[in-house]
T-cell receptor, first 113, second 112 residues
Framework: GAGVSQTPSNKVTEKGKYVELRCDPI?????LYWYRQSLGQGPEFLIY????????DSGLPNDRFFAVRPEGSVSTLKIQRTERGDSAVYLC???????????FGQGTRLTVV | KQEVTQIPAALSVPEGENLVLNCSFT??????LQWFRQDPGKGLTSLLL?????REQTSGRLNASLDKSSGRSTLYIAASQPGDSATYLC???????????FGQGTILTVHP
């Protein structure tokens, strides 16, 4: 498939545990974005990568959240000491470069119990 | 801070009707505007991207317009079909590079 791929599609974890969410962007896309969507709301920005570097991480809610993109392709969103309030759908998107048409993956539904 | 508002929040129409979804944004200094469709439990599907220098874009039965100076965009859907039922999201690319700001969406139901 040529689209953005996110794994896992669903993740249930216990409060306090560590989770990693993976995003495989469209090949050749230099820009990668993470968003979080709560039920009935529009997606909220978390972080934007241009290549390997985080160009804007102003949307990360606190220092329990961290994301990497070491080779400028696959990205991992990491959440430490998960809380019930972290439960949401985490969406990844990519585009050829920043501020151009973004293509989204199917999302990872995270449930913290 | 950019804020995006979509009206109406929900819309139910019979099949075959033409309809208009509205989007407004508070900061007119945008780079691009993008409309998405989201089916229940799914990710977002890009419908149309309008660059800030453009007035409208068309794709099949969809037509999106942009009036940057007044901070408004509309999505026009012609001859609606039950398969058009979904949530439609408007999002703007602001001058803060790489950040899309979304509206809350319009939930559209087209009944046979």
């Amino acid at each position: 498939g040529a689209g953005v791929s996110q794994t896992p599609s669903n993740k249930v974890t216990e409060k306090g545990k560590y989770v990693e969410l993976r995003c495989d962007p469209i090949s050749g896309h230099t820009a990668l974005y993470w968003y979080r969507q709560s039920l009935g709301q529009g997606p909220e920005f978390l972080i934007y990568f241009q290549g390997t570097g985080a160009a804007d991480d102003s949307g990360l809610p606190n220092d329990r959240f961290f994301a990497v993109r070491p080779e400028g392709s696959v990205s991992t969103l990491k959440i430490q000491r998960t809380e019930r309030g972290d439960s949401a759908v985490y969406l990844c998107a990519s585009s050829i470069e920043g501020n151009t048409e973004a293509f989204f993956g199917q999302g990872t539904r995270l449930t913290v119990v | 801070k950019q804020e995006v508002t979509q009206i109406p929040a929900a819309l139910s129409v019979p099949e075959g009707e033409n309809l208009v979804l509205n989007c407004s944004f508070t900061d007119s200094a945008i780079y691009n505007l993008q409309w998405f469709r989201q089916d229940p439990g799914k990710g977002l599907t890009s419908l149309l991207l309008i660059q800030s220098s453009q007035r409208e874009q068309t794709s099949g039965r969809l037509n999106a317009s942009l009036d940057k100076s007044s901070g408004r965009s509309t999505l026009y859907i012609a001859a609606s079909q039950p398969g058009d039922s979904a949530t439609y999201l408007c999002a703007v690319w602001g001058t803060s590079y790489g950040k899309l700001t979304f509206g809350q969406g319009t939930i559209l139901t087209v009944h046979p």
